[in-house]
């Protein structure tokens, strides 16, 4: 924030892009755990693009994130280890759900409904990608709702 970028406020002050200074390895997007009570980090997880969706956390241990990779991917969350991932053939722009029939759980995420959240992500995103030479991520699947069996 400050004088320069996009105005936001009639007192003059506006907002504009940065990189963030941790981005020099060429990674945006971070995952992290806290622990509130100790008031310390549990574990943080760096990868190439931010996630799009809101974290779902379960009963059994894992977290789930959609990210503009575009993946769904899954964590351990003690130690914050990748488990499981899956690409998918547009930008995840829901929140991820789990739910169970019968004996069965699924875990599922809604892909290429483009909103104004993931719309201004993947524009940033690739912006940063071609800064750095790297191609930009022009998914084309449309909309569509991935399940998966756990």
């Not at 981005?23 to 992290?32: E, F, M, S, T, V």
């Not at 914050?80 to 019968?102: H, I, M, N």
Request: glycine share 12%; proline share 6%.
């Amino acid at each position: 924030m400050g004088p320069e970028g996009t105005k936001l406020l009639t007192s003059g002050v506006g907002i504009s892009s940065a990189e963030h200074p941790d981005a020099a390895d060429g990674k945006i997007g971070r995952l992290q755990a806290k622990d509130v009570k100790g008031r310390t980090l549990g574990w943080v997880h760096h990868q190439a693009a931010p996630p799009s969706t809101s974290l779902l956390a379960t009963a059994g241990g894992v977290v789930f994130s959609g990210d503009l990779d575009p993946a769904l991917k899954a964590f351990d969350d003690a130690p914050g280890e990748l488990l499981w991932q899956a690409p998918l053939d547009d930008l995840p722009s829901s929140s991820t759900v789990t739910y169970r029939v019968g004996r069965a759980q699924y875990v599922a995420v809604v892909v290429g409904l483009r909103n104004n959240h993931v719309s201004d992500l993947s524009r940033t995103c690739n912006a940063f990608r071609k800064r750095r030479g790297l191609a930009a991520e022009t998914p084309t699947g449309g909309a569509a709702v991935w399940v998966f069996g756990l």
